[in-house]
């Protein structure tokens, strides 16, 4: 037995909170949309996918953020992707530098910290 690689990353959200969902992880952060599965949609909530990136967002009542636990997204052209996240009204924040990435947080539309580290060029 040995573990192979993370399948997926699921993150809570209060119920009906798709549309503010779709808007950050597929229209802002490029993360396409796609359906859930026909026995899980009822519960609500909705997964996103790229390659092999895999987000769930999940509802959860009571619902509570998660402040501390994030996943973290490596990505290409961080200042960019920060651009467009605070044109479109989201609040990035850098951190202490962490050795060959540049790297920033943001939160999603419920309150989740999500982390965004770009690799420094060698």
């Known amino acids: 037995m ?3 690689r993370l ?11 798709e549309d503010r969902a779709a808007a950050f992880y597929a229209d802002t952060l490029g993360i396409s949309q796609v359906p859930k599965p026909a026995h899980l949609a009822a519960r609500g909530g909705c997964w996103f996918e790229k390659d092999d990136l895999k987000i769930h967002l999940g509802v959860e009542t009571p619902f ?3 402040r501390k ?4 997204f490596l990505v290409s052209d961080l200042a960019a992707l920060c651009a467009r996240l605070e044109a479109r ?12 990435y540049e790297r920033r947080y943001v939160d ?4 989740n910290r999500i ?7 060698v």
């Open 2 to 4: 040995s573990l192979l």
């Open 7 to 17: 399948d997926h990353v699921q993150l809570a959200m209060p119920a009906g909170g």
């Open 64 to 66: 509570h953020p998660a």
């Open 69 to 72: 636990a994030h996943p973290a």
């Open 89 to 100: 009204g989201y609040r990035v924040v850098e951190d202490q530098p962490l050795e060959g």
């Open 108 to 111: 999603d539309p419920f309150g």
């Open 115 to 121: 982390e965004l580290m770009e690799e420094h060029a």
